[in-house]
Structures are given as structure tokens and as C-alpha cells.
């Protein structure tokens, strides 16, 4: 089980989330845990393999 603090963060095809990369980071360094759910439409637009 995870401990600490967990984060669900739901993400959609518009610009943004071609830098959604940057904040996962961010939010990791702070001490979070990210469970990224992308769009299909945004999972083509992201480096998934990068993300995981």
C-alpha cells in the first residue's frame, strides 16, 4: 500500500497536458504519488512510456 499522499489526476487533449510531464515531476519532488488517467485522444499526445 502506498503511504502519504496520492494524487488522481485526470487528464484531456488540450495543450497543457503536453507538459503534464513537468508537474507530475513537481508533484513527485513535493511527495506525492501520481495515478495519471489520461483521454484516449491525450494518451496519443503524451510520452506515456516516459510517464510510467
Known amino acids: 500500500m502506498t503511504e502519504g ?3 488522481a489526476l485526470v487528464v ?8 503534464i ?3 507530475i ?3 513527485q519532488q513535493d511527495g506525492w ?3 495519471l488517467t489520461a483521454t ?3 494518451a ?3 510520452d506515456r512510456e516516459a510517464l510510467a
Open 25 to 27: 515531476e513537481l508533484l
Open 12 to 19: 484531456c487533449a488540450a495543450p497543457p497536458v503536453l507538459r
Open 5 to 7: 499522499r496520492v494524487l
Open 33 to 35: 504519488t501520481v495515478c
Open 44 to 46: 496519443a499526445w503524451i
Open 40 to 42: 484516449p485522444t491525450a
Open 21 to 23: 510531464g513537468e508537474l
